[in-house]
């Protein structure tokens, strides 16, 4: 089960802030529905990428993908 706390951040096994996401995360991240984080991927919009049947996404392409929309 996913933590949808929208303060939560994932963190690896040594309690580290984690370089990579997964759909849920992104939409707790970003305040966004589940569908509309996996839209965004498919799309292109936001850079991920598949492991087996699994999405990815790095911190870095949601932190550009928010620049970018911000204009900042």
């Known amino acids: 089960m996913y933590n949808t706390n929208p303060f939560y951040v994932a963190q690896n096994m040594n309690n580290e802030e984690s370089a990579l996401m997964t759909p849920p995360e992104l939409a707790?991240?970003?305040g966004i529905g589940k569908n509309r984080a996996y839209d965004l991927l498919k799309q292109g919009t936001i850079k991920g990428f598949r492991i087996g049947s699994t999405w990815k996404?790095?911190?870095?392409a949601v932190d550009q993908y928010i620049r970018e929309q911000s204009g900042m």
């Open 57 to 60: 996404v790095s911190r870095e």
């Open 28 to 30: 707790v991240y970003l």
